[in-house]
């Protein structure tokens, strides 16, 4: 569009006066004999194929409790150092890699502190700030009021089921687990870490009990986090826990947190007493042995992943845990990994319509 020029300051019945047709495109002059078009026909094909935002989708590889036998390699992971020497290309398969599976490793991230694990992080986009600040480096403390400052066991989770717009990236870095009362290192410390893909879960629902998967996708509810005295924070209208694309019927975003969970509507199409059901059956398939993925988090090994899609968790652990890491904004992730993974010219196709 020409730059100063206002589309909605032209007369309200203008029309084409004469179309040509030529090598490169086709030429419109405009009948207020004043405009001239020209659309390319990359863009005319493209525009008629309707191949736009909604269906800008990846293959997408689910995982299980033994990972993905299909990947080339397992789990997937890139290496801090190759961020270092070609950053587009890392972090062009990084954001491949989580698109693809849901989540990835880098290695090799030094571990003395949260520093290098922070500018990481910023490599892929901005660290988004929420009510408990930006880049965290904690260690347990029941005092922030939320269980993920508490050494006890989580269940399969998404964060920040709360927001309009929930975290889209979330990454963990253990700097390190220490326990002053073990000697010899010989007794486990606990705190395995747990992923569960969503969207396999959800795949597994559908095909068992699609009415389930109906209800779980459409009543919608409401979610909050009002632990901190003074905050209260609640998404702008209500959502389901899978929320599907109203045009492919594809799942798009699952919410799940029963502590940031508000009360079951009584006005649903649905009851609650048929929501409960519904979701008793993706709780039992969320804690299926074939679904969750165990591995223990090691200091040096930065985990990122689809906080959209995939849900995390743990197990309980003794001793101190120093654990670092933050959110990023979905929209910025999937702007670096589209700037990282195409050309210019095929991401502005596929984005501007
Ligand atoms: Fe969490």
Known sequence: MQRGFNTFDLPKDIRP????????????????????????????????????????????????ADGNSEAEQWPPSVRSKDVESNETAAIGQLTAFIRRFGFSFIKDVPYETGEATEKLLEKIAFIRHTHYGG?????????????????????????TTYFSDPAGLQAFHLLSHTDDTVKDGKISLGGQSLLVDGFYAASILRDED???????????????????EGITIAPDKLYPVLEVDEKTGALHRVRWNNDDRGVVPFDSEYSPQEWYDAARKWDAILRRKSVEYWFQLTPGSLLVFD?????HGRSAFTGVRRMCGGYINRDDFMSRWRNTNYPREEILRRVVG
């Open 135 to 159: 880049f965290y480096d904690f260690i347990p403390d029941l005092a922030l009021a939320d269980t993920a400052y508490t050494n006890l066991a989580l269940a399969a989770h998404t964060d």
């Open 17 to 64: 006066l004469h179309v040509e047709s030529q090598e490169a495109g086709v030429r419109v002059q405009w009948s207020d004999n004043a405009h001239e078009s020209f659309y390319p026909w990359e863009f005319i094909n493209s525009y008629l194929k309707a191949d736009r935002v909604e269906s800008e989708s990846l293959q997408v590889e689910y995982f299980g």
């Open 307 to 311: 906080n959209w899609r995939v849900l």
């Open 210 to 228: 699609p009415k389930a998967f109906e209800i779980l996708s459409r009543v919608k509810l409401p979610w909050h986090a009002s632990g901190n």
